[in-house]
Structure formats: structure tokens, C-alpha cells
């Protein structure tokens, strides 16, 4: 191992201490539903990352949800609205008197993003699309966003 591989190693370990002690003590919205019919084909989006307004508009919408059926039953879409919207964000997602569906088109995530990233990235084909939160976010599955977590896929640098 490289020498700077070696020490990346002890810090990215004793960060992730850190991190799982933090986590610990500010529990994440969780809901096995959610996780499991929302985490299929995508990372189960954090519901803090979009208004309520949002979080109804994309329920409403499941049966064509960019490009795919995501429809569900009655009370299990019931169910994971009620838990989306009860922890949904406070920021506004409205554009033009409309909810936005995409949390990557909120005003809050183009800037996080934007600052720090190249503009060609979010097309490179490690990514894919902005909406690959784990092709950056290692612990996105997990619904960890912490910056001490990402690691740009290979053949990207900022
Ligand atoms: C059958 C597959 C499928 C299921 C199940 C699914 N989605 Fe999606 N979802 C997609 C696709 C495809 C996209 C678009 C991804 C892209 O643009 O790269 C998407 C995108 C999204 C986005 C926008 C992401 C962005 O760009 O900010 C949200 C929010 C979302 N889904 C929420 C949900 C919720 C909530 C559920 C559960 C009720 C769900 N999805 C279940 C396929 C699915
Ligand atoms: C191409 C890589 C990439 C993708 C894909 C990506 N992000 Fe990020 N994200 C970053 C970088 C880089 C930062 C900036 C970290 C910093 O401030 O230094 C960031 C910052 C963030 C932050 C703030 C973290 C903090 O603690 O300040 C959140 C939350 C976040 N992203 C969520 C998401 C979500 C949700 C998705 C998917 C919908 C996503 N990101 C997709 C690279 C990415």
C-alpha cells in the first residue's frame, strides 16, 4: 500500500467511527416499506430532501414515474406518503406555482453541487445521471450524505 493510501485508510476509518456515533444519536427517518419498494431501483431518496408538496406530487404520480411503473397498491402508497410527507423537507420545491419531482433540480441541490463538481460530470458514464446519488455518496443506500463519505467514481476529479 502506497504511504498516503495507508493514512487515507486511518482517516476514512476513524471517520466513519465518527460518523456511526453521530448517527447513533440523531436516529434517520427509517421505514422498511419505504426502503423496500423505494430503494428497488434507486437509493430510497431521503425524504427530508423534498417538500411535502413534492413528496404528494411524485405519489400521486407513481404509475408513470420517469419513464417507469412505480405504481403500488392503495394502502402501501397511503402508507409510504404518510411517512414521506410526515418527514418531508421545510426548504420550498416549488418552481413556477408547481412541486418539482427531482430533488437534483431543486435550487439547494444545484448549488451543493455545482460549487465543487465539473459541469461534464454528471453525464460521465461512471454517473449517469445526477440522480445516481451512490455513484458519489458511498453511503447513500444507507441515507448518508456526509461529505465525509464521498468519493468521486474514477476518471472523475473535481
Ligand atoms: C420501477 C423502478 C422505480 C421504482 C420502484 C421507484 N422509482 Fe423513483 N425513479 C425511477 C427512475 C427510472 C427515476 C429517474 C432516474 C434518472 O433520471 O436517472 C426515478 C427518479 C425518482 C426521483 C427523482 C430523483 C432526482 O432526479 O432527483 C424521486 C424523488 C423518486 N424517484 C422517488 C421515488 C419514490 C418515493 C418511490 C417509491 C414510492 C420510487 N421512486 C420508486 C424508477 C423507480
Ligand atoms: C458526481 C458525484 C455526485 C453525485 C452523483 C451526487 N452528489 Fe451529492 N455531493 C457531491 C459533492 C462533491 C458534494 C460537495 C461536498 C462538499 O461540500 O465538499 C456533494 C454534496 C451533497 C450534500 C451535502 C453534504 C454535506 O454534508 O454538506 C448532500 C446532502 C448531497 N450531496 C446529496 C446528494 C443526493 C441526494 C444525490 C442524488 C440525488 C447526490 N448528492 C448526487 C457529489 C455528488
Given at each position: 500500500?502506497?504511504?498516503?493510501?495507508?493514512?487515507?485508510?486511518?482517516?476514512?476509518?476513524?471517520?466513519?467511527?465518527?460518523?456511526?456515533?453521530?448517527a447513533?444519536?440523531?436516529?434517520?427517518?427509517?421505514?422498511?416499506?419505504?426502503?423496500?419498494?423505494?430503494?428497488?431501483?434507486?437509493?430510497?431518496?431521503?425524504?427530508?430532501?423534498?417538500?411535502?408538496?413534492?413528496?404528494?406530487?411524485?405519489?400521486?404520480?407513481?404509475?408513470?414515474?420517469?419513464?417507469?411503473?412505480?405504481?403500488?397498491?392503495?394502502?402501501s402508497?397511503?402508507?409510504?406518503?404518510?411517512?414521506?410527507?410526515s418527514?418531508?423537507?421545510?426548504?420550498?420545491?416549488?418552481?413556477?406555482?408547481?412541486?418539482?419531482?427531482?430533488?437534483?433540480?431543486?435550487?439547494?441541490?444545484?448549488?451543493?453541487?455545482?460549487?465543487?463538481?465539473?459541469?461534464?460530470?454528471?453525464?460521465?458514464?461512471?454517473?449517469?445521471?445526477?440522480?445516481?446519488?451512490?455513484?458519489?455518496?458511498?453511503?447513500?443506500?444507507?441515507?448518508?450524505?456526509?461529505?465525509?463519505?464521498?468519493?468521486?467514481?474514477?476518471?472523475?476529479?473535481?
Amino acid at each position: 500500500m502506497k504511504p498516503f493510501l495507508f493514512c487515507a485508510a486511518i482517516v476514512l476509518t476513524s471517520f466513519g467511527m465518527l460518523n456511526s456515533a453521530h448517527a447513533e444519536s440523531r436516529p434517520r427517518a427509517n421505514d422498511p416499506l419505504w426502503q423496500q419498494e423505494c430503494g428497488s431501483c434507486h437509493v430510497p431518496y431521503p425524504p427530508r430532501l423534498l417538500s411535502a408538496a413534492s413528496w404528494n406530487t411524485v405519489m400521486d404520480g407513481l404509475g408513470s414515474h420517469f419513464g417507469s411503473d412505480a405504481s403500488l397498491d392503495p394502502a402501501s402508497t397511503k402508507a409510504i406518503r404518510r411517512f414521506l410527507t410526515s418527514h418531508a423537507g421545510t426548504r420550498t420545491t416549488e418552481r413556477q406555482g408547481k412541486a418539482l419531482l427531482r430533488i437534483t433540480e431543486t435550487p439547494w441541490f444545484v448549488h451543493e453541487h455545482s460549487e465543487e463538481l465539473p459541469a461534464g460530470i454528471w453525464k460521465s458514464p461512471a454517473v449517469k445521471s445526477a440522480s445516481n446519488c451512490s455513484a458519489c455518496h458511498t453511503q447513500a443506500a444507507q441515507g448518508s450524505f456526509s461529505e465525509h463519505e464521498i468519493r468521486l467514481p474514477k476518471g472523475v476529479s473535481r
